[in-house]
């Protein structure tokens, strides 16, 4: 299976005191490709039930190097794995630049929960929402 790839822009306010892009700024951007990958893929072949719906449920960054602020944006790719009834786990590299070679910076990772907010609890993925996301699952998935 192929990973979501989105390239991610950095804003100059992502850097810190000490040149490199902010630990909290580092989640920010993780979400702006869950949001490629969730809203806006998965919105794009009809299905919307994750825009309306979808928590962290748990949270997991590791930096292999700093990343310093630059006009060209960051290649993300998002594998999937963990695909359960109601929820799945998403593993995410972020690469030092836009090319698929380019160093890998962080990885990461985040467990998803489906949420019905209407009724105020866990909801199970849909068959097409499954399907979507077998297409990104990962090698140890």
Do not use: C
């Not at 490709?33 to 794009?44: C, I, M, P």
């Not at 698929?100 to 068959?127: F, G, H, S």
């Amino acid at each position: 299976m192929a990973p979501f790839v989105t390239m991610v822009p950095l804003r100059w306010t992502d850097q810190d005191a000490y040149r490199h892009v902010n630990h909290a700024r580092i989640v920010t951007l993780i979400e702006e490709a869950r949001v490629a990958l969730a809203f806006t893929g998965a919105g794009q072949e009809g299905l919307d039930g994750f825009a309306s719906g979808l928590l962290v449920a748990g949270l997991h960054v590791e930096y292999k190097r700093q990343l310093a602020w630059r006009a060209e944006p960051l290649r993300v790719e998002i594998t999937v794995r963990n695909l359960r009834a109601a929820s799945f786990t998403l593993d995410y590299v972020l690469r030092d630049g836009p090319g698929p070679d380019d160093p890998v910076a962080v990885t990461a990772w985040t467990t998803m929960a489906l949420y019905d907010l209407e009724e105020q609890r866990v909801r199970r993925l849909t068959d097409d929402e499954r399907d979507y996301l077998k297409r990104h699952l990962g090698d140890g998935s």
